[in-house]
């Protein structure tokens, strides 16, 4: 699960505090949409697959939702759709922040201004309603709109990860696979 993005979040509040500012508006170099989802509902029942078997305690106290953050030099309209969620909204120059409420399928993010659309993405996770590799998973995919750079796995991360489940994991790594010097993505 890729959290580069919450990189790209922090670099213009790191580039104000470094200058003694408390507003990170004029740090922000680039307009950028951050998101981050967990990759399935909470009620998602997989007691039967996971290797512990029952859901982790406090599961309940989790929104489904998909969290969106703008990172914009100007103010713009931001759209998000979660599934078959959508939700725009009036974002002003600066740092703003919303969520929609989670939809399983795609999720979509864009950027809008004077009617036109400034940059689009579509993230490489879908919210599903399968349990990922038969496992509860509540960690978080973060990604950037325009596209940041991949967090990338080592050529062994995904076959150590997959050792031992409790069913065969067939779902593919959705992070490039580093080999040597290369980056690859591995299907």
């Known amino acids: 699960m890729p959290h580069n993005g919450f990189r790209d979040l922090a670099k213009p509040f ?30 998602l029942n997989c007691d039967a697959t996971d290797n512990i078997g029952a859901r982790p305690d406090g599961y309940d106290s989790m929104q489904d939702a998909v969290y969106v953050v703008s990172l914009l030099k100007n103010a713009g309209k931001v759209k998000a759709t979660s ?59 973060v990604g950037t709109v325009p596209a940041g750079d991949p967090d990338a796995l080592s050529g062994d991360s995904f076959a150590g990860f997959a050792r031992g489940l409790k069913v065969a994991c067939t779902a593919r790594p959705l992070l490039p696979i580093r080999v040597g010097t290369a980056t690859h993505t591995k299907v």
């Open 14 to 43: 790191i580039a104000a505090y470094k200058a003694g500012a408390t507003d990170p508006t004029k740090y922000i170099t680039e307009d950028k949409i951050v998101y981050w989802y967990r990759p399935t509902p909470k009620g």
């Open 83 to 141: 599934g078959s969620n959508s939700k725009s909204f009036d974002a002003p120059a600066g740092v703003s922040a919303w969520q929609v409420n989670m939809g399983v399928g795609q999720q979509v993010f864009s950027l809008e201004r004077n009617g036109k659309q400034v940059f689009n993405g579509t993230s490489s996770r879908d919210i599903t309603d399968t349990c990922p590799c038969g496992l509860y998973n509540y960690n978080v995919f």
